[in-house]
């Protein structure tokens, strides 16, 4: 035992025992890029200090650990808050070891965290799936898993998607309430359509518990949408698919989303599930905090060719790089996309790097309450990644400490 002095005096050494220097570092974070910047990080994995290389003082700015970027990127480690699976790895096996599989792929590139995204399905079954990520948590050795995605199930079987119609069910304040214990206090975010007859109960609900609602997979018109963004709901799941889309004499939720300030729009930035001409007007349309990049990836990403399995259903790679049904091409499942490459293609489009890389750090941080991840800045936690001239991450760092 130690008395609060000691304690006190412990986390005062710990603070001043500098675990890493990041050096020689293009440092972009919050939609600003510094050049020939350096990195702090103390021994409590929380960023003491950045500044500039002329600025460097050896007997102030020295760490147990030195890593020379060597003029690369330097960004906050990237957070992807819609992924189903990656490398084999996903929700849909219902395993805390599945749930770590994804964390141990996901930090090789860049990302230093994430939302588990469960599908829609049986509330027992994604209740289950639920817990599975629950218990996976603090066991990871690789991207940090930041709580639960629901996307379901009080989805409109018109916009079903992907998603299995038979498991979608109208908004339920029991079923809500069971799928949030199941969550242990863990559930982040949960995607529904605004137009179900008995969402302003849940909607109470979830504003009360401070759960971020997403409307998607959903049919409603553009005043049931504009309803639903006065309940509550501020953010579009992956944006232009799933919903009503944009018509001059309806604007359906893509409209709403597009016009009204006070929505979020996630995107996947991957050139097949919306035009890349449309992410960038998107992303100029909005307000710059109000656009997130994501991935909406399946397990099967990173594999390769080949027909797998993912929720249950046969895919395949399409010949543009997206998974459809195997059995109907037209029809499609996911993404194969990884956030580094939602960032490139982003830049590539013409979105200017510090936005594009604020898309998946800072603005999901904010959006979803992550308080001490997302930028690079003193007290954030050291969740820093390094990508090179093409965005592969060549180091990737978690509360200071080396995982890629």
């Known amino acids: ?31 600003a890029v510094r050049d020939n910047c350096a990195v702090l990080v103390d021994g ?36 992807d808050t819609h992924i189903h699976g990656i490398g084999g790895f996903g929700t849909d096996a219902a395993e805390p070891a599945s749930i770590l599989g994804m964390s141990k792929k996901l930090i090789g ?13 049986r509330p027992s079954k994604m209740a289950e799936e639920a817990e599975c990520i629950v218990e996976a948590m603090g066991h990871e050795d690789g991207a940090v898993i930041l709580g639960v995605n629901m996307e379901g199930p009080f989805l409109s079987p018109k916009k079903a998607g992907a998603q299995d119609p038979e498991s979608l069910t109208l908004p339920n304040a029991k079923v809500f309430e069971e799928l949030c214990a199941a969550s242990k206090g863990h559930l982040v975010c ?27 997979h959903t049919n409603a018109t553009y005043d049931e949408a504009l309803c639903g963004i006065e309940l509550g ?57 109000n656009v997130v990049l994501i991935t909406d990836s399946l397990t099967p990403t990173a594999l390769g060719k080949g027909i797998f399995t993912a929720n249950g259903t046969k895919v395949v790679l399409g010949d543009r790089g997206a998974f459809v049904d195997a059995s109907n091409p037209e029809l499609l499942c996911g993404s194969a996309l990884t956030l580094n490459k939602g960032v490139k293609n982003a830049v590539s489009w013409g979105v200017p790097v510090e ?31 390094v990508f090179d001239d093409d965005f592969n991450a060549v180091a990737v760092f978690v509360n200071g400490e080396r995982r890629a």
């Not at 590139?109 to 399905?121: N, Q, R, V």
């Not at 992550?370 to 820093?384: A, E, R, V, W, Y």
């Open 1 to 31: 035992m130690y008395t609060m002095k000691e304690g006190s005096e412990l986390e005062r050494k710990a603070t001043m025992e500098n675990l890493l220097l990041i050096t020689n570092a293009k440092v972009v974070s919050d939609e």
């Open 44 to 79: 409590r994995g929380r960023i003491s200090d950045v500044f500039d290389m002329q600025d460097m003082d050896s007997a102030k700015h020295h760490a147990e650990k030195h890593y020379d970027a060597q003029g690369r990127i330097v960004s906050p480690g990237l957070v």
């Open 109 to 121: 590139f860049g990302e230093t965290g994430f939302l588990p995204t469960l599908y829609a399905g």
């Open 190 to 216: 949960m995607t529904i359509a605004p137009e179900l007859e008995g969402i302003e109960e849940v909607a109470s609900m979830a504003a009360k518990k401070g759960i971020v609602l997403l409307a998607g």
């Open 233 to 289: 709901i501020h953010h579009a799941t992956h944006m232009f698919n799933a919903m009503s889309p944009l018509n001059h004499k309806q604007p359906g939720v893509a409209g709403a989303a597009l016009m009204d300030d006070r929505m979020n729009c996630e995107i996947i930035a991957d050139g097949v599930h919306v035009h890349k001409d449309l992410v960038r007007f998107t992303m100029d349309k909005k307000p710059n905090g």
């Open 355 to 385: 936005k594009a890389i604020a898309m998946a750090t800072c603005n999901p941080a904010r959006i979803y309450g992550f308080k001490d991840i997302g930028s690079i800045k003193k007290g954030h936690l050291g969740n820093i990644a």
